[in-house]
């Protein structure tokens, strides 16, 4: 849709999009006693929603002319169909049905242990928790109901989408005889990062550059 007003010095413009992709190809996970690593296979079937809407203004005053604008979007891809299959990537996010493309997956937290009494009495990941470190929820076990212990095979859960969310940019533009000046930005809204390199005993990779001791810090 499309739009101006005021003698087109006002325009606006929005666009809603619904896209369907089929055989995509992707790693299927196979039982590791197989002894083969994983195939590529055309399995896949996703629907992406999306949405993008622009606003400008452009002007003259006297000598003066100046036009300015803004535009934000955003999309989100489902996983409709992979035949059960999922496909769990390296670098911490999955491929599978009902959740967005690339979602985080991982351990779901509940803040950080506060007392030596709270350790004993929860599931742990690790023997060597102790308060202030992160408490994990356990979430399930073999037959469908939290066991007591926390591990990979049952805890695990979609997170959140790891791509970005509500893009957004604009420009400002001036012009005065033959002079002209222009300033562009662009960002992104929203995006859920994974913590790599972090000191902890059980959290593997979990985030992202260097962090000094008095910044780990805990106190109850």
């Known amino acids: ?111 950080l242990f506060q007392t030596a009494e709270e350790v004993s009495e929860s599931a742990l990941l690790s023997a060597s928790t102790k308060p202030g470190d992160v408490k994990y929820v356990d979430v399930s076990g073999p037959d469908g109901t939290p066991d007591g212990i926390i591990n990979e095979t049952y805890d695990r859960v979609v997170l959140g989408s790891s791509l970005p969310h509500y893009l957004y940019g604009g420009s400002i533009s001036l012009g005065w005889k033959g002079l002209s000046f222009s300033l562009l930005f662009n960002g992104v809204g929203k995006q859920l990062s994974r913590l790599t390199e972090y000191d902890s005993p059980h959290a593997g990779t979990m985030a992202s550059g260097s962090v000094s001791p008095s910044e780990r810090q805990w106190q109850p």
């Open 1 to 111: 849709m499309d739009a101006a007003f005021f003698n087109n010095r006002l325009d606006f413009s929005a666009d809603y999009y619904y896209k369907k992709t089929t055989d995509m190809l992707l790693s299927v996970a196979i039982p590791s006693f197989t002894g083969y690593s994983a195939p590529d296979r055309n399995v896949g079937k996703m629907h992406t929603r999306g949405w993008e809407v622009k606003l400008g203004w452009s002007d003259r005053i006297g000598d003066v002319n100046y036009a300015v604008s803004f535009n934000i979007s955003d999309y989100k891809s489902i996983i409709d169909n992979l035949n059960g299959k999922q496909q769990f990537n390296s670098d911490g996010t999955i491929i599978t049905e009902g959740a967005e493309y690339n979602s985080w997956y991982g351990y779901k937290t509940a803040g």
